[in-house]
């Protein structure tokens, strides 16, 4: 069966640090990769999508990068995180055309 | 105007009550459609496919209407665990299999 794994489950980061979140999908091949951000009380938005490795579509210009170093390996990071960075971040695969599946998820406060 | 657009809610209800959401799609290629529950601060989680001709799951029961673009979920004797966000997913494939989440609707269920 598939699983997808996300880590950390929370962060604290101060203004002006870097940020790595990484996602990894085991028990299938090429899927598609996502990451969202939720604001409190918000909906889902499109960060990153990914059709495959290397393959990067950014949805909305921000101060985040996405990149896929491997088949089931997605990175969402930053140089330098601002306030406005703090959300919920979540990482989702999919089949192609088909329904997506989500990581626990990664709170994200900057301080 | 957006891809998917749901009832913004919030709905407050007593137990036992019947509660429906609508949800809107403007893409006329889309072709798969699902509810997604998501509780306080988790992921989302499917909740159920819809399809042409109406499913049912328990409590639950979800309809598709192409003509109209619209999707709805009803729920049937509402439970205080039925409490959650409720998020409307359209899957299109237009150059490319793109999926789309509603903005989501709030339920509370009171005692």
């Known amino acids: 069966s598939q699983t997808i794994h996300q880590w950390p489950a929370t962060l604290v980061q101060p203004v002006g640090s870097p940020l790595s979140l990484e996602c990894t999908v085991e028990g299938t091949s090429n899927p598609n990769l996502y990451w969202y951000r939720q604001a409190a009380g918000r909906g889902l938005q499109l960060l990153f999508y990914s059709v495959g490795i290397g393959q990067i579509s950014s949805e909305v210009p921000q101060n985040l990068s996405a990149s896929r170093p491997q088949d089931r390996q997605f990175i969402l990071s930053s140089k330098k995180l601002l306030l406005s960075d703090s959300g919920f971040y979540l990482c989702?695969?999919?089949?192609?055309?088909?329904?997506?599946?989500f990581g626990q998820g990664t709170r994200l406060t900057v301080v | 105007r957006k891809e998917v657009e749901q009832d913004p809610g919030p709905f407050n209800v007593p137990e036992g009550a019947t509660v429906a959401f609508n949800c809107t799609y403007s893409n006329s290629a889309s072709q798969s459609f699902f509810w997604y529950r998501q509780d306080c601060r988790k992921e989302p989680k499917l909740l159920m496919s819809?399809?042409?001709s109406g499913n049912e799951d328990g409590r639950f029961t979800a309809q598709l209407n192409r003509a109209s673009q619209y999707i709805s979920l009803l729920i049937r004797d509402s439970k205080l665990s039925d409490s959650a966000t409720y998020l409307c997913v359209v899957i299109s494939n237009t150059g490319g299999f793109k999926t789309i989440f509603g903005a989501g609707t709030r339920l509370f269920v009171k005692a």
């Open positions: 819809v399809y042409s």
């Open positions: 989702a695969w999919s089949g192609k055309g088909k329904r997506s599946f």
